[in-house]
């Protein structure tokens, strides 16, 4: 029984596909699509999707961003400025409804861009909050590690 398992998946390991029936080309291929009425068809970036509705995907990402930074303490310079840029970043998208205004008021490209942005900063958080970067070192640093200009 081994035997006819191995041989069906070298068989499926060797054949022949087009580019057409890549899993990764077809795992993305709904992402791509766009509704006739959306004001652009593409970002221009290769990789980067058009979101139809960037609003709720920011609103759900700056209010995970907010839940992990509740994690760690209030006086930590991390929590701190990106506490204060996603909030105002925040108040951005619920105060503006238009998608090109959104993006002038920003400022940090394309909203598909920000929202990228945004996934990459909770991957942040998330680790800062994992290795607990806040606390003090285990040992000392060594002597004029910290000091600059060299």
Request: glycine share 4%; aromatic share 8%.
């Amino acid at each position: 029984m081994s035997s006819r398992f191995l041989r069906t998946a070298v068989a499926r390991a060797t054949q022949q596909r087009s580019m057409y029936e890549n899993p990764y080309i077809n795992r993305f291929k709904a992402r791509s699509k766009v509704s006739e009425d959306f004001h652009k068809k593409t970002t221009g970036i290769t990789g980067l999707f058009v979101n139809e509705h960037p609003h709720r995907a920011l609103t759900v990402v700056y209010g995970r961003i907010l839940r992990a930074l509740e994690q760690i303490p209030r006086d930590a310079a991390y929590r701190k400025y990106t506490e204060a840029v996603v909030k105002q970043r925040l108040a951005l998208v619920q105060a503006e409804n238009d998608i090109k205004k959104l993006e002038e008021k920003i400022g940090m490209g394309q909203i598909e861009e920000v929202i990228e942005q945004a996934e990459y900063e909770l991957e942040t958080t998330r680790a800062i909050v994992d290795s607990k970067a806040w606390e003090p070192l285990v040992e000392s640093a060594p002597k004029g590690q910290w000091s600059w200009p060299v």
